[in-house]
């Protein structure tokens, strides 16, 4: 797995115990000797407003068809979780390096980090 695959994954909630299997962008690659990866909440759910730290995917554009994606969904990158690598439970695609560009980019603004 690294930085730009999608896979379906145990996701915690953070208002229910437990997890639920949902799909998530891998945004680091394995760290630590017990592999971890940091990865961004994938929803089907388009809000009415989009935050500024949301993408919207749809897979019907080019750029996104490589995701594999079966619906116009939402990547909610203020919705981060770091999971063990063996929670990613089955790989369906990837985005594209440009995409994956402006997802960096909107990291570093939400965290208000340096360019």
């Not at 891998?26 to 961004?40: D, F, M, N, Y």
Request: proline share 6%; aromatic share 6%.
């Amino acid at each position: 797995m690294g930085q730009g695959e999608i896979f379906l994954a145990q996701f915690p909630f953070g208002d229910v115990p437990g997890m639920r299997i949902r799909p998530v962008l891998v945004l680091t690659g394995a760290i630590g000797s017990i592999p971890e990866v940091l990865v961004a909440y994938i929803s089907s759910v388009i809000p009415a407003q989009l935050l500024a730290s949301n993408l919207l995917v749809d897979p019907m554009k080019l750029e996104f068809h490589s995701t594999h994606l079966k619906v116009v969904s939402t990547l909610r990158l203020h919705k981060l979780s770091t999971i063990h690598a063996s929670s990613l439970v089955r790989y369906l695609g990837t985005i594209d390096s440009v995409q994956f560009t402006v997802v960096a980019n909107k990291l570093k603004q939400l965290l208000a980090l340096p360019s």
